[in-house]
């Protein structure tokens, strides 16, 4: 800064005013002065910025403390989720037992309807058995039925003859009125004979074919067998399909249980339910080696130096957490811990510092 | 809303800057009439001053180029003032007055020390010609150089010409091809909408031809520089070219007028470089905006959107840089402005060896290391050049030069 004031410069026959001489030189002392300050402070702060950075870039013992409040979004977020779980948990337990009680109502019912269906069966074989024992018999007895209408029949024909014959001698008067129709009466009850013989012929036909044959109604009952089998069928397809569903509402509530039992090893878990004020940090996995359980804990002045033990680490978080550096801002994956401070306001440092002081004052 | 101000700020900058140089692409693949009419048979006296200080043998280097340029010999003189240099270059320039006795060469010398604007000056005060050339001492000229200056002055109105300058050195380092680029870029595309408007904010002062009336005009306002008592001797080409627009008359960067300088080497003289240049553009900042409505009623926007948002993208670039640093420093580490800086490299490149072949640069991945220079450029030279308004030096030419002894040619 080797110059000249103003001799270069001015007119020589115009010579300066010495006011505006002193005000130049007063101004040009304070920029000076300013210059001086200001550059040495951006020298300063260049140089400190570029340590702070190779510190950080080297350093692997730093992590950063995180305040985490009830209300904090993730810690809300997080309740949220349990209390749903918890809400799903208990919704599937009323559902489980809803679903054991109508399993037990379809056993019952299933039960009932196989008794039905050994009850039928033994109906249909008892009435089978006394068909064939009774069948032939009775196609017997409906050939001699037969054989005794056609003799009846051939009678009845004399019988007509004999009709014939009263009815001449009445008119003859050889008979009275009163023999007359006695006799007539007795023609007329061997007629009705005849046909009630008929009729229990055909009938008696009807019941040979039925214990010999398969008729109408051994298919109608057939027919509710089948019925009966399918129903016992259809019911255990619904029971089977309950049974997974139950399966799978159970292992539901455990797979919420596990979660739950997770969860509340979650920094969030214990942060939102805790009455106590907890203390967490980051932990880059870069880090992670520097984090064990019972390791001292260091705060230190401008996130270097000057270091006092604050506490140590208590818990360990296996759950990935992913931060922004406090340096670099680049976004960072690592864990999170839990730390037992003896000076609560270390958590509101930019960064702690696990194991050991990291210059080692 | 600082914030805002400042970001809406740094993106005009950047649009202009943009802009600036497609419009110069553009300008110069569809309108070729917006080239100077010029004509060559008016041939004007020139007188070409050639202030110089502690630059050695290069002065007599400058002066035998001269010598060979093919302008009347009779309508042109070398007046070379030497700004009391500690090396021998005084004795350079009386060598060269011997040896090169085809032209007219007048060698002077200052009582002290007063930089190069009063060198100038100094050697006005023996020129009698109608177009003054001020030169820098450290250049290779071609031998049309002042031919293409001259021409130019045919044009009525045309206050102020410069001429192209080229890299003699594009090869010696990642420095040096940084440069060639910049360069080349900054003469092709980023003037020529300047010239278009005939109001180019800035010629170099390695090649900067002037009306004698105009610079007799502007002289005592180049002497009477001054920053609180203390004379300033930097920025008098970025000086005299505003002070041409100022008085209505245009600027033109005739890119056929050709000379060559050697880049810095070093990146401390580069540094110094650059802290000169950075200093003369924050000075015509405040010079700018001290006397806006002026420069609103007399100038074309186009030049004063130049002259107020480029100088003011350097000082908002030196803000966003700390703010980028301080909120998220890996970002400038990324591969986006890599990717970035070297597909203009390549463009830039690629150009340079079609069109200016002897500047051709053979690492053009060098130029990624612009990131570096650009971290560097932002976060140091503006605010060093703020704080060193004081200074008054002569820049990269403050130290003395390895002493060569008379009559040791180069190789």
């Given amino acids: ?361 | 809303m600082a914030p805002i101000l400042l970001w809406l700020i740094m993106f005009l900058c950047l649009v202009i800057s943009v802009v600036k140089y497609l419009m110069g692409l553009i300008l110069r693949l569809s309108f070729p009439s917006i080239k100077i009419r010029k004509d060559y048979t008016w041939q004007p006296t020139v007188s070409v001053l050639l202030p110089c200080y502690n630059e050695g043998r290069t002065v007599y280097n400058s002066i035998e180029s001269i010598s060979k340029c093919n302008y009347p010999n009779d309508r042109f003189e070398v007046i070379a003032q030497d700004d009391c240099s500690v090396d021998d270059s005084h004795e350079w320039m009386l060598k060269a007055q011997r040896d090169f006795t085809n032209i007219s060469i007048r060698v002077g010398r200052n009582d002290f020390n007063c930089g190069k604007a009063r060198t100038v000056c100094n050697a006005l005060q023996g020129s009698s010609a109608e177009i003054i050339i001020s030169i820098d001492s450290d250049c290779i000229f071609h031998p049309d150089a002042i031919r293409e200056l001259t021409a130019c002055f045919a044009e009525p109105g045309i206050g102020s010409v410069g001429g192209r300058v080229g890299v003699s050195n594009p090869n010696d380092n990642v420095i040096t091809a940084i440069q060639t680029i910049v360069y080349y870029a900054a003469f092709e595309l980023y003037k020529i909408p300047e010239n278009m408007t005939r109001s180019v904010c800035c010629i170099s002062g390695c090649l900067f031809a002037i009306r004698r009336e105009l610079l007799l005009e502007i002289e005592p306002t180049l002497r009477a520089r001054h920053w609180f008592g203390i004379p300033v001797n930097q920025g008098e080409d970025r000086f005299l070219t505003h002070q041409t627009l100022m008085r209505g008359y245009g600027t033109y960067i005739n890119n056929d007028a050709l000379c060559w300088t050697a880049v810095p080497t070093k990146l401390s003289v580069l540094f110094n470089q650059q802290l000169r240049w950075r200093s003369s553009i924050l000075r015509d900042l405040f010079y700018t905006l001290r006397s806006l409505p002026t420069h609103v009623f007399k100038l074309h926007p186009n030049t004063i959107f130049t002259m107020v948002l480029t100088p003011l993208g350097a000082v908002i670039a030196l803000l966003m840089v700390i703010t980028m640093l301080s909120t998220n420093p890996l970002a400038w580490a990324g591969p986006e402005p890599l990717v970035v800086y070297l597909g203009i490299a390549a463009a830039f490149t690629w150009a340079i060896k079609k069109y200016s072949v002897r500047e051709t640069i053979k690492h053009p991945l060098a130029f990624g290391a612009y990131i570096a220079w650009s971290l560097a450029s932002s976060l140091f030279i503006t605010p060093l050049a703020l704080l060193t308004f004081d200074s008054g030096d002569w820049g990269t030419r403050a130290k003395a030069p390895e002493e060569v002894p008379i009559g040791h040619n180069n190789p």
């Fill in chain 1, 1 to 361: 800064m080797a110059t000249t004031i103003l001799d270069a410069t001015h007119d020589p026959e115009k010579p300066r005013k010495p006011l505006q001489l002193i005000a130049y030189k007063v101004t040009l002392t304070l920029y000076r002065v300013f210059a001086i300050v200001t550059l040495y402070a951006v020298l300063a702060g260049i140089l400190s910025y570029a340590f702070v950075m190779g510190f950080y870039a080297i350093n692997s013992s730093w992590a950063a403390p995180l305040i985490l409040s009830a209300s904090d979004e993730k810690s809300l977020d997080f309740m949220q989720k349990l209390v749903i779980s918890r809400q799903s948990i208990e919704d599937l337990k009323v559902d489980v037992i809803r679903q054991q009680t109508t399993l037990a109502e379809m056993d019952k019912y299933r039960a009932s309807l196989l008794a039905l269906g050994r009850e039928l069966q033994t109906a249909i074989t008892s009435k089978q058995n006394h068909d064939q024992l009774t069948g032939p018999e009775l196609a017997a007895l409906d050939k001699q039925k037969q054989a005794d209408n056609r003799k009846t029949q051939k009678v009845l024909i004399q019988i007509h003859q004999i009709d014939a014959q009263i009815k001449s001698d009445l008119a003859a008067g050889l008979i009275t009125k009163g023999d007359a129709a006695t006799q007539l009466a007795a023609l007329n009850q061997a007629n009705t004979d005849y046909t009630d013989s008929r009729i229990a012929d055909v009938m008696l036909s009807d019941s040979v074919l039925d214990k010999t044959t398969v008729g109408t109604k051994t298919l109608e009952v057939l027919e509710k067998q089948a019925d009966l089998h399918s129903d016992i069928a259809q019911l255990d397809v619904t029971l089977s399909v309950a049974q997974k569903q139950l399966q799978e509402d159970n292992r539901q509530i455990d797979r919420l249980h596990d979660a739950i039992t997770i969860a509340k090893q979650s920094p969030y878990y214990l942060n939102a339910s805790g009455d106590k004020r907890l203390y967490f940090a980051f932990v880059p996995y870069d880090n992670q080696a520097n984090a064990t359980v019972g390791a001292p804990i260091y705060d230190c002045y401008l996130n270097m130096a000057f270091c006092r033990k604050v506490g140590t680490v208590k818990q360990i978080f296996l759950g990935e957490q992913v931060i922004n550096h406090p340096i670099f801002k680049n976004q960072i994956r690592g864990l999170t811990i839990l730390m037992d401070l003896s000076r609560p306001e270390s958590a509101k440092s930019q960064t702690v510092f696990m194991g050991r002081k990291p210059l080692f004052f």
